[in-house]
């Protein structure tokens, strides 16, 4: 499956910003999705993740009450609602493809999309 990330920009502190994952392939339907995120001189961690049925979801604690994942399993994507932005959450956003659940070591990613947040 390939994966194109979008909808990465420039927010303030406090807004909110939409990531889109588009995949390509006719089994899209069939993996867990999900979103990783790598700041500055940080090590890449997850985010988020979906299973194929769009139940269950899981958060990082960093991001648990702020952001959301959903899919659209008819036009193949994923997507990243993250709402009371903060500055760290700055990062490059990767979205992720895997078998029957999001893990560390998700086989398939996409390009990853910059996310940055002013104070």
């Known amino acids: 499956v390939q994966l194109q990330a979008s909808g990465g920009g420039l927010v303030q502190a406090g807004g909110s910003l939409r990531l889109s994952c588009a995949a390509s392939g006719r089994t899209f339907s069939s993996y867990a999705m999900g979103w990783f995120r790598q700041a500055p001189g940080k090590e890449r961690e997850f985010v988020a993740g979906?299973?194929?049925?769009?139940?269950?979801?899981k958060y990082a604690d960093s991001v648990k009450g702020r952001f959301t994942i959903s899919r659209d399993n008819a036009k193949n994507t994923v997507y990243l609602q993250m709402d009371s932005l903060k500055r760290e959450d700055t990062a490059v956003y990767y979205c992720?493809?895997?078998?029957?659940?999001?893990?560390?070591?998700?086989?398939?990613w996409g390009q990853g999309t910059q996310v940055t947040v002013s104070s």
């Open positions: 979906i299973s194929w049925t769009s139940v269950p979801t």
């Open positions: 992720v493809a895997d078998q029957v659940v999001v893990t560390s070591t998700p086989p398939y």
